[in-house]
């Protein structure tokens, strides 16, 4: 994988959250080790987001339980800006997510969090700014409204209505919820229009392309 010489990224916090609303977390006396949250309980932690390297998607490659989901090929002009994931050493990586940055399908910048999580996770729900954990029921009673590829094979996503800052577009692969949460909202017609196609990088090595750290993956 190549690096830039001097990645441009950002200190970022220290300590996990919860996935469900990035609130603080105590350890628990449990003997499964888990996080507590004091609204949502026992949680899987949100750990402190990884900037964007190449060694910080070879540990999350190493890590993750669930696919590490990365557009390939990138859109003209996009960049991998962070990595985040939602577990720990015990129980590996239960969610995780992949920021990208580029210039907007319509006009101007445009940025985009892929993730993909274990049902009941909720970190894409709340990335979402939904209260989750997970899409919300009937979210796909209708006909879907995008396909875009996933491993070579067309997977529908539904776009969740009543967001009106980013657009977010939720579906299903290999067995785990897949969001993708665009910001600003007009930059969704890029998975509208299947500009997408994803692979999961824990089959290979990418060539990528990093830029600055995201702080969207910042709570």
Same mark, same amino acid.
């Given at each position: 994988?190549? %690096?830039?010489?001097?990645?441009?990224?950002?200190?970022?916090?220290?300590?996990?959250?919860?996935?469900? =609303?990035?609130?603080?977390?105590?350890?628990?006396?449990?003997?499964?080790?888990?996080?507590? =949250? /004091? &609204?949502?309980? /026992?949680?899987?932690?949100?750990?402190?987001?990884?900037?964007?390297?190449?060694?910080?998607?070879?540990?999350?490659? @190493?890590?993750?339980?669930?696919?590490?989901?990365?557009?390939?090929?990138?859109?003209?002009?996009? &960049?991998?800006?962070?990595? *985040?994931?939602?577990?720990?050493?015990?129980?590996?990586?239960?969610?995780?997510?992949?920021?990208?940055?580029?210039?907007?399908?319509?006009?101007?910048?445009? /940025?985009?969090?892929?993730?993909?999580?274990?049902?009941?996770?909720?970190?894409?729900?709340?990335?979402?700014?939904?209260?989750?954990?997970?899409?919300?029921? *009937?979210?796909?009673?209708?006909?879907?409204?995008? @396909?875009?590829?996933?491993?070579?094979?067309?997977?529908?996503?539904? =776009?969740?209505?009543? !967001? /009106?800052?980013?657009?977010?577009?939720?579906?299903?692969?290999?067995?785990?919820?897949?969001?993708? !949460?665009?910001?600003?909202?007009?930059?969704? =017609?890029? !998975?509208?229009?299947?500009?997408?196609?994803?692979?999961?990088?824990?089959?290979?090595?990418?060539? %990528?392309?990093?830029?600055?750290?995201?702080?969207?993956?910042?709570?």
């Amino acid at each position: 994988m190549t %690096v830039p010489e001097e990645a441009p990224w950002v200190a970022v916090r220290a300590a996990p959250t919860c996935p469900r =609303c990035f609130g603080p977390l105590h350890g628990s006396s449990a003997p499964s080790s888990a996080f507590h =949250c /004091d &609204t949502h309980g /026992d949680v899987l932690p949100y750990q402190p987001p990884r900037p964007p390297t190449g060694e910080s998607l070879e540990a999350l490659r @190493k890590r993750s339980v669930v696919p590490v989901w990365l557009p390939w090929p990138l859109p003209p002009g996009w &960049t991998v800006t962070g990595f *985040g994931e939602v577990g720990d050493d015990r129980t590996g990586s239960r969610a995780s997510v992949v920021a990208l940055s580029g210039p907007s399908p319509i006009e101007g910048p445009a /940025d985009l969090l892929v993730i993909a999580e274990e049902p009941g996770v909720g970190l894409g729900a709340t990335f979402a700014g939904l209260d989750g954990p997970d899409p919300g029921e *009937g979210f796909d009673s209708g006909p879907p409204n995008a @396909k875009i590829e996933v491993l070579g094979h067309p997977t529908a996503m539904w =776009c969740l209505a009543g !967001i /009106d800052d980013r657009a977010v577009y939720a579906g299903e692969a290999l067995g785990n919820w897949l969001w993708t !949460i665009a910001w600003p909202a007009e930059a969704g =017609c890029m !998975i509208a229009l299947a500009e997408l196609s994803l692979q999961d990088a824990r089959d290979r090595e990418f060539e %990528v392309p990093f830029g600055g750290f995201s702080p969207l993956l910042e709570d």
